[in-house]
């Protein structure tokens, strides 16, 4: 049995990796390459695909999202081993909506993912990307009549604008020093 002091520490190890997983899933669906460089091990080695790292990251992903427009990476199960106070490993299921050349695509994903601490920050070490399956949607959900959320949940919502419309007023603000909603 682990001391309390080890134990919390392992606890917010966990809770720091979890946020790896979904500040990715968030600056990938945002195009936020910034964000995704920062997450990742600089020292990590260069590998093949499926295996992604600091490099494939740094050079390859404008490459990936180019073509792909709106994209919802909804992060599930997360199941993470700590193996030390600085290296842990961990397997992440993802299911990914995401408009592909003017298809509509539905993904499942498996990541199996190394962790490692450098500067007391939890980074992606190694990502190796696993597709389940890719499959088309019948209807492109982008298509559809305006929603007019709340007075119908049905049809297209105001997103991806509002969000980057928000980002932009958070730029803003940030740049002012202003931390006032």
């Given at each position: 049995?682990?001391?309390?002091?080890?134990?919390?520490?392992?606890?917010?190890?966990?809770?720091?990796?979890?946020?790896?997983?979904?500040?990715?899933?968030?600056?990938?669906?945002?195009?936020?390459?910034?964000?995704?460089?920062?997450?990742?091990?600089?020292?990590?080695?260069?590998?093949?695909?499926?295996?992604?790292?600091?490099?494939?990251?740094r050079e390859d992903f404008d490459q990936w999202l180019y073509g792909?427009?709106?994209?919802?990476?909804?992060?599930?199960?997360?199941?993470?081993?700590?193996?030390?106070?600085?290296?842990?490993?961990?397997?992440?299921?993802?299911?990914?909506?995401?408009?592909?050349?003017?298809?509509?695509?539905?993904?499942?994903?498996?990541?199996?993912?190394?962790?490692?601490?450098?500067?007391?920050?939890?980074?992606?070490?190694?990502?190796?990307?696993?597709?389940?399956?890719?499959?088309?949607?019948?209807?492109?959900?982008?298509?559809?009549?305006?929603?007019?959320?709340?007075?119908?949940?049905?049809?297209?919502?105001?997103?991806?604008?509002?969000?980057?419309?928000?980002?932009?007023?958070?730029?803003?603000?940030?740049?002012?020093?202003?931390?006032?909603?």
């Amino acid at each position: 049995m682990t001391d309390m002091p080890d134990r919390v520490e392992q606890l917010w190890a966990i809770h720091e990796i979890q946020q790896l997983a979904y500040r990715y899933a968030y600056a990938f669906d945002s195009r936020d390459l910034e964000m995704l460089h920062a997450l990742w091990d600089r020292d990590a080695p260069v590998l093949p695909y499926p295996d992604i790292t600091y490099t494939t990251v740094r050079e390859d992903f404008d490459q990936w999202l180019y073509g792909l427009g709106v994209s919802v990476l909804n992060v599930g199960n997360h199941i993470i081993e700590i193996d030390d106070a600085d290296h842990a490993h961990g397997t992440v299921y993802c299911r990914v909506e995401m408009e592909l050349e003017g298809e509509f695509v539905d993904q499942s994903i498996l990541y199996q993912d190394r962790y490692v601490r450098r500067d007391d920050r939890w980074l992606f070490h190694v990502r190796r990307h696993l597709l389940w399956y890719g499959a088309p949607r019948p209807a492109n959900p982008l298509e559809l009549p305006d929603a007019n959320w709340p007075a119908s949940p049905v049809g297209r919502g105001t997103l991806p604008g509002d969000l980057e419309s928000f980002q932009a007023f958070q730029r803003i603000k940030a740049a002012r020093g202003n931390s006032t909603n």
